[in-house]
């Protein structure tokens, strides 16, 4: 039987980033992070070049020659906040989030019991808004990969099929809620579509295709 090679694993963000030499250590500082960011090398050398750089210039290669990130993807606006929503059913438990494209760093995180993957996706573009107008950053860009969203959030008006019952009456009140800030708020942040089949999942993407 050949040997198995060492492995190396590099942890970008986790509880406490740096390099390991054991999946076992690895997993420590993972489990339970959330958004944990972390991919294994074959050589010391491969994970300390890693390290110093971005996950996502890794993210999608294997071994320790990894391969540059496609061209297209050099016209994605790193200093921006990517969006995503994910829903076990539709509707179902519902969740969304939104983190700092370059970093994968998450900026918030909400969850509810009973929604739709269309409204998450919404109430994510609307955070992220009056996220950054309050940060004063009016002209950094949002990321989505959900033309629907995109589109509600530019009428102003969550189209959703989702009834009102006593288990949806809180979402429901939240999407009010983000339809009232559409209404009372202008903002000159870009919302731009997120190329899936060119630069792979948004860094927002929860990871549970």
């Not at 996706?121 to 989505?144: C, D, N, T, W």
């Amino acid at each position: 039987m050949a040997k198995q090679s060492k492995k190396y694993y590099v942890v970008w963000q986790g509880h406490t980033p740096g390099i390991y030499d054991s999946w076992t250590d690895c997993q420590l500082q993972i489990k339970a992070f959330p958004n944990a960011q972390y991919k294994s090398f074959d050589s010391r050398q491969a994970a300390e070049e890693a390290f110093k750089g971005n996950y996502w210039t890794y993210a999608k290669t294997t071994g320790s020659k990894p391969t540059p990130k496609p061209a297209s993807r050099s016209s994605i606006v790193w200093e921006s906040i990517s969006v995503d929503a994910a829903c076990s059913g539709n509707p179902g438990v519902m969740e969304y989030q939104g983190v700092d494209t370059s970093t994968g760093r998450r900026l918030f995180h909400k969850k509810f019991n009973m929604g739709t993957n269309n409204i998450g996706e919404f109430l994510a573009i609307v955070h992220a808004l009056a996220l950054l107008q309050k940060e004063g950053k009016r002209q950094m860009p949002i990321y989505s990969d959900s033309v629907n969203a995109m589109k509600w959030v530019k009428q102003k008006k969550a189209k959703t099929k989702l009834e009102l019952t006593p288990q949806t009456a809180e979402l429901h009140e939240v999407i009010k809620r983000a339809e009232n800030w559409l209404a009372a708020n202008t903002y000159d942040n870009p919302l731009l579509k997120w190329e899936t089949e060119s630069w792979g999942e948004i860094p927002a993407d929860f990871g549970r295709k």
